[in-house]
């Protein structure tokens, strides 16, 4: 019994290690995505180590004689492995894979090898995959070009839901779960343009590229700007930390920002030398309001990726700042261009008009609704007014203006003006016809739409002026028209400096002529004084004084003129010089003081006196 | 011959003065009746040649405004009633009528456009130099003058304290006067160059030529500052700082 007890448990030893042993199972794949690559084009190799319980494994380096490899990665690893699942009894299953970015310079048959798996520890081959084998085709056979695949092999080797949420860091950007790109051809005007790629300043850690259709547009003409972003990696977060600036253009946008968390297409470009992918961040049609040098200012990009081996790869952040784009905005030309021309409006233009009521009664509001459809930017430029009719008031309504995306090359727009209209006068009125020029950009030429207005028929009794008056709008009311205006040619004076100023300092001037008059007159008069003063003092003048005082029988005057001589006579000849002399001058003294005391009518004698006694002192010794 | 020369020089010239008499009445009763019965263009064209003779009194510019509103040519019509109050600030018709015309030229923009401006407002020094037409400010410069030169020998020769204290009070109250209106006059002679934009849908040219580049947008009815003419164009400065050449039959310049 005991005997029998060791041999059953021995058995079942060898038959668990024997399972064991047949389900440790090593597989090494390889595929091509896509599978059928072109020449000239990069296409992606997938390397993938998966292995049954055993948990030691090592993929062997591959080699691609013939092919280039634009991106090479270390071969996959039981170190970078992880859990894929469990089963049955300690069963479990790892998988591990690598990318490689392969080009092949021509056509043909291509061949991969050294696919296989050993053991690190024993050095023993645990698995062995034959030469793989690419067909290359040749550029264009195919009709179309292999879209940019949006490469993501990490994320193709694990179920969906196996990133958990919040595993990427708070603040950081998921990558984006990039679907499968739809085939797209190379005609795809979304794809980024090949060649030199302009303005962008290339990093190969990720940069930003602008770039639009027409770069000469005509003001209101429809030209798209598309961004992408570039990075080396296929899985990508990112976000515009500044949008581009669009001061001088109408702009519509065409990616629903709301929908995408990055990029809305991913493609496939080498640049450098390095295959990197370019999502599509931004698409916008914009429409130059103004002519001339406009600017699209820079965007600015941050985000992040997984460099290396997608899922154990490091996360590397970055930010991109896009270049500014310069386009030379035209205005239509002058010559030709026709009367009533809005600017920026451009054809072709369709428009109709119709009127919500045919037959109303006078006082009543019919709705003219004028609807165009055009290009995108319709509802900046607006429509002209339909012409004024006589009987018929109009007055402005509400103006509605919407814009359908549906085809991104060629945004249109639909514009509807209403007008308000009243008539005033029973009977018919014939609206007329609204006549609008446009300028095609195709053929660089204007053209007219005439749109025939319909005509609406009132009936009832005539408004008068007085009731229309009353419902004008007292902000846009008229005083009224001058009936019998003066008419006279408008002269105005004071047109030049010179008169404006000489007339303010005219009674300054005047004031100062006044003055100086004045000034003048007294002068003269205080020197005639003067002068008068001066004869009156000379003595013989005073003598001649005295002779005439006694000549009109003033005998005292003649004496105070005498004596008046006599002191000037001293003043002026000095003392007199001779014995003569001197004795005239004390009897002139004395005969004048006899008169002044003793007023005696001696006058006459005692002016002889003095005027004897002047001479004998002007003449000197 | 010379005689002969002189005397139908001389017919002629009194032939013309009498045609023009006689046709300044008909033109504006031709304007008068035209208006009245809606048909603002024979109006409108009425006006302006009286205009053109040299008949441009204020009033002949409010009625041609008026009409120009009415007919929707707003930008002229912004030029006229400019025009009017430049030369008499309180003509408050033509304010009003102004102001209407902005207003409607602003709804017909926002109509086509989505957007519109009613009215800008110049530099407080422009403001301050249409405050006063020069022919008011100078005779009030002169006025003031004389007044304080008569109450300066007032006050010299007055008799009693009362009448000297009444004196210098005149002569301050003169001098106050007399330094607002050299301060209008100033102002006004130192108010820069500006011109109305008579039409819609214009743009400032890089360049005085036809074939020039566009730049900024101006508005119909926008005051822009005249700094040069060359040829046709004129160089202007628009309200925003915009700095370009514009053809001068699109611009009224607006003169004492």
């Known amino acids: 019994m005991r005997r029998s007890s060791a041999l059953a448990a021995v058995s079942a030893l060898a038959l668990v290690a024997l399972a064991a042993e047949a389900r440790a199972v090593v597989r090494v794949t390889l595929e091509t995505s896509p599978p059928q690559p072109v020449a000239g084009q990069p296409f992606h190799l997938v390397y993938t180590l998966q292995v049954q319980n055993d948990s030691m494994a090592q993929a062997t380096q591959l080699q691609f004689p013939g092919l280039t490899v634009l991106a090479n990665a270390a071969p996959p690893s039981t170190a970078n492995m992880m859990i894929g699942g469990f089963g049955g009894m300690g069963m479990f299953t790892v998988q591990s894979s690598a990318e490689y970015i392969l080009v092949a310079p021509s056509a043909g048959r291509f061949t991969v090898r050294g696919a296989g798996a050993v053991n690190p520890q024993t050095g023993r081959t645990s698995a062995q995959l034959a030469p793989y084998v690419i067909t290359v085709q040749r550029a264009g056979a195919a009709g179309t070009a292999q879209p940019a695949q949006p490469a993501q092999p990490m994320m193709q080797g694990f179920p969906p839901g196996m990133f958990p949420p919040g595993m990427f860091p708070p603040g950081m950007m998921a990558p984006d779960p990039q679907p499968q790109a739809p085939p797209v051809t190379v005609n795809d005007p979304d794809a980024p343009p090949t060649g030199e790629i302009g303005s962008a300043q290339y990093n190969p850690a990720g940069f930003v590229r602008l770039a639009v259709d027409n770069a000469t547009p005509y003001v209101g003409q429809q030209t798209t700007l598309r961004i992408w972003l570039y990075v080396p990696a296929t899985e990508v977060g990112c976000e515009l930390l500044r949008e581009p600036q669009l001061t001088g253009f109408w702009n519509e946008q065409l990616i629903d920002r709301s929908q995408i968390r990055c990029a809305r297409q991913w493609f496939t470009q080498v640049v450098g030398g390095r295959t990197m992918s370019a999502g599509l961040v931004r698409k916008i049609a914009l429409y130059p309001t103004r002519a001339g040098r406009q600017e699209i200012g820079a ?26 784009l310069v386009l030379d905005v035209r205005e239509p030309p002058t010559a030709g261009r026709p009367q009533g021309y809005v600017p920026g409006l451009l054809g072709p233009l369709r428009i109709t008009a119709d009127l919500d009521r045919m037959s109303v009664a006078t006082g009543e509001t019919v709705t003219l609704r004028l609807r165009a459809e055009g290009n995108g930017y319709l509802g900046a430029v607006g429509l002209p007014t339909p012409p004024r009719v006589e009987g018929v008031r109009m007055h402005p309504g509400a103006s509605h203006h919407e814009v359908d995306h549906s085809d991104e090359r060629n945004v249109r727009g639909v514009l509807t003006a209403e007008y308000l209209l009243v008539p005033e006068r029973p009977g018919t009125h014939a609206l007329g016809t609204l006549v609008v020029p446009w300028f095609d950009p195709s053929d660089e030429r204007y053209h007219t739409t005439t749109v025939p207005l319909p005509s609406l028929v009132a009936a009832g009794a005539a408004l008068t002026r007085d009731a229309d008056e009353t419902r004008e709008d007292p902000t846009v009311a008229l005083d009224p028209f001058e009936v019998s205006p003066t008419i006279e040619a408008h002269r105005p004076f004071f047109t030049s400096g010179a008169r404006v100023w000489g007339a303010v300092a005219l009674p300054p001037f005047a004031l100062a002529l006044a003055g100086l008059a004045r000034a003048l007159r007294r002068w003269r008069e205080r020197r005639l004084s003067a002068r008068d003063d001066a004869q009156r003092n ?28 006599l002191e000037r006579a001293r003043k002026e000849f000095g003392a007199p010089a001779t014995d003569a002399a001197r004795d005239a001058a004390r009897e002139a003294q004395a005969a004048c003081d006899t008169l002044r005391f003793g007023g005696s009518g001696a006058a006459r004698d005692a002016v002889e006196k003095v005027r004897a006694a002047v001479r004998a002192m002007e003449s000197g010794p | 011959m010379k005689r002969l020369a002189r005397t139908l020089t001389l017919a002629m010239t009194l032939a013309v003065t009498e045609s023009y008499a006689v046709s300044s009445r008909e033109l504006v009763a031709r304007a008068v009746a035209a208006q009245a019965s809606g048909d603002l263009a024979t109006a409108a064209r009425s006006l302006e040649e009286l205009v053109a003779a040299g008949l441009d009194s204020t009033d002949v510019l409010y009625d041609l405004g008026t009409v120009y509103t009415r007919a929707e040519r707003y930008g002229e019509a912004v030029w006229c009633f400019e025009r009017v109050l430049l030369r008499a600030p309180g003509h408050l018709a033509a304010r009003r009528n102004l102001r209407a015309t902005r207003v409607r030229l602003a709804r017909r923009d926002a109509a086509r456009t989505g957007r519109a401006v009613v009215e800008t407002q110049p530099s407080l020094a422009v403001q301050i130099g249409e405050l006063m037409p020069l022919r008011y400010s100078v005779p009030l410069v002169m006025f003031a003058e004389i007044a304080v030169i008569a109450l300066w020998f007032a006050r010299r020769r007055s008799a009693t304290e009362l009448r000297r204290v009444g004196a210098t009070a005149g002569v301050a109250l003169s001098l106050l006067a007399g330094a607002t209106g050299v301060g209008l006059v100033a102002a006004r002679r130192a108010r820069p160059p500006s011109a109305i934009v008579l039409h819609g849908g214009l743009r400032l040219l890089q360049s005085p030529r036809v074939d020039g580049i566009p730049d900024a947008a101006v508005r119909e009815g926008e005051r822009v500052e005249l700094t040069r003419r060359e040829g046709g164009f004129a160089r202007v400065r628009a309200v925003g700082g915009s700095v370009g050449w514009l053809p001068s039959r699109e611009l009224g310049a607006l003169t004492e």
Request: hydrophobic fraction near 40%; charged fraction near 30%.
């Open chain 1, 538 to 565: 000379d003595p013989l003048s005073l003598m001649r004084q005295a002779d005439d005082a006694l000549a009109a029988g003033h005998d005292a005057k003649a004496a105070d003129l005498a004596g008046r001589a």
């Open chain 1, 299 to 324: 965007p600015e990009v941050i985000g992040e990726y997984i460099e290396g081996d997608g899922f154990f790869g490091q996360r590397r952040q970055f930010n991109a700042r896009g270049p500014a």
